[in-house]
């Protein structure tokens, strides 16, 4: 059962609009949620993360939105631009002294010019 | 710093060789992990070490061994490689209180 949902594969918009990718999770014992952008043939790159005590935390034009109550996350990125074309990944960080993180299935973002 | 350096970037492999990914940084981070991607998936842990000395499964272990003799160092063992290890690998070290730092990845493909 995947702790991590990311329920669309793909996504696609133009240039100077507003993309909007989202992740669901089953685990309310996490410590903290990230976004990693991962581009072909590279490791993937971390873009930002969000605590369990926040809600909200925004860097540049990439803001991330926690919802708890619905076990629900979002990343918006405003606006987008053809370099933000890649995949995805959201993660969930837990685990304290043992702390790993598990991964969605990412989310293949396409922006067009 | 060169962060995580993973190698080879690739390699073929016949069922039931066996080989090693080598996985170094340079970052003094305590702790490092093993990864792999297959194809439409996101990342499943395979081991992962929180110090010199100590490792512990993750997700996916079978199949593969590690170890951790240095902080700098983690390799992983492949031993009787098969068809279902074909993957792209991806060594990480934790960098700061909850992100991890990912290598280039190994790209492992098993006939």
């Known amino acids: 059962d995947q702790q991590v949902k990311q329920n669309s594969p793909s996504l696609s918009v133009q240039e100077g609009r507003i993309s909007i990718l989202n992740c669901d999770y089953t685990n309310s014992m996490f410590d903290y949620f990230l976004w990693y952008k991962k581009y072909p043939a590279e490791g993937p790159t971390f873009l930002i993360s969000i605590s369990s005590i926040k809600d909200k935390n925004e860097d540049g034009r990439f803001t991330v939105f926690l919802n708890k109550s619905a076990k629900h996350l979002s990343l918006h990125i405003v606006p987008s631009q053809p370099g933000d074309s890649a995949v995805y990944f959201c993660?969930?960080?837990?685990?304290?002294?043992?702390?790993?993180?598990?991964f969605g299935k990412g989310t293949l973002l396409t922006v067009n010019p | 710093n060169a962060g995580v350096t993973q190698t080879p970037k690739f390699r073929i492999l016949k069922i039931g060789q066996s080989m090693t990914l080598q996985c170094a940084q340079d970052?003094?981070?305590?702790?490092m992990y093993w990864y792999r991607q297959d194809p439409g998936m996101g990342l499943k842990l395979i081991y992962y070490?929180?110090?010199?000395?100590?490792?512990d499964k993750g997700e996916v272990p079978n199949g593969y061994n590690v170890s951790r003799s240095t902080t700098e160092d983690f390799p992983l063992r492949l031993e009787l490689a098969a068809p279902s290890q074909t993957s792209v690998y991806f060594c990480?070290?934790?960098?700061?209180?909850?992100?991890?730092?990912f290598g280039a990845g190994s790209r492992l493909t098993v006939l």
């Open positions: 070490s929180v110090g010199a000395g100590i490792t």
């Open positions: 990480a070290s934790l960098a700061g209180a909850n992100v991890l730092t």
């Open positions: 993660a969930e960080g837990s685990g304290g002294s043992n702390y790993k993180l598990t």
């Open positions: 970052m003094n981070h305590n702790y």
